[in-house]
């Protein structure tokens, strides 16, 4: 399963099947991303970064793409298990700064 | 286990009431930030204090206050709660400089304005 993010907020996949989560940022500035999941009512948790330097990074059957040409990242979720159901969102920093802002966010609800 | 807390996780206050929120930490880190977040929606920072230095967002309004008595605390004061306020309220921490890899959050405040 696939979303465009911005405009379709909520993306359902079967268990098993890989999920795509796309979020465009806006400052051509920021060098600096970071995919958080936030499950209700918790606070936002690290999934995994890229740095402005890279097109590519994987972690444990999580991969993040960076798209700089026209400011896009998306979070790739391998073998998508029911407890990936969560919110997901990008962040950005710009390099100036510690502050990281967030996109709007996708909620992943995996059907079992 | 070193870690970001909010206290408490839920709170409830009064329309107008001032009311403040409270964060500590144990990373040692130099850096925390205050964010609120509404339902369904991003979490938007409001402000960080960098070591000793307070950076407002251009967009809090005055009504969001915060202080840093040590490294340890940051507290959130909203002087005049609206129902607009209403919100879950993280805060977060990093170090900056080398080895900044984003930010441990807290498990949040959930603020109800009755």
């Known amino acids: 399963g696939e979303s465009v993010g911005l405009h379709l907020p909520t993306l359902s996949v079967q268990e098993g099947d890989n999920s795509i989560i796309n979020c465009a940022y806006s400052n051509s500035a920021s060098d600096y991303f970071i995919w958080y999941k936030q499950e209700s009512g918790k606070g936002p948790q690290f999934i995994i970064d890229?740095?402005?330097?890279?097109d590519k990074r994987q972690g444990q059957r999580v991969t993040v793409l960076l798209n700089k040409t026209v400011k896009h990242l998306s979070l790739q979720i391998a073998a998508t298990q029911p407890g990936d159901s969560a919110v997901y969102f990008c962040a950005e920093n710009s390099g100036t700064g510690n502050q990281f802002y967030f996109g709007t966010g996708t909620s992943l609800t995996v059907i079992p | 286990d070193a870690m970001v807390i909010q206290n408490p996780r839920y709170q409830v206050t009064q329309f107008g009431k001032p009311v403040t929120l409270s964060c500590s930490q144990t990373l040692n880190h130099n850096v925390m930030y205050w964010y609120q977040q509404k339902s369904s929606q991003a979490p938007k920072l409001l402000f960080h204090y960098y070591d000793k230095d307070f950076n407002n967002e251009a967009d809090t309004p005055d009504n969001f206050q915060s202080r840093r008595p040590n490294t340890s605390f940051c507290f959130l004061d909203i002087r005049s709660p609206g129902l607009g306020d209403a919100a879950m309220y993280l805060c977060?921490?990093?170090?900056?400089?080398?080895?900044?890899?984003?930010?441990?959050f807290g498990s949040g405040t959930r603020l109800t304005v009755v």
């Open positions: 977060a921490t990093s170090r900056s400089g080398q080895g900044f890899h984003g930010y441990t």
């Open positions: 890229i740095r402005s330097n890279m």
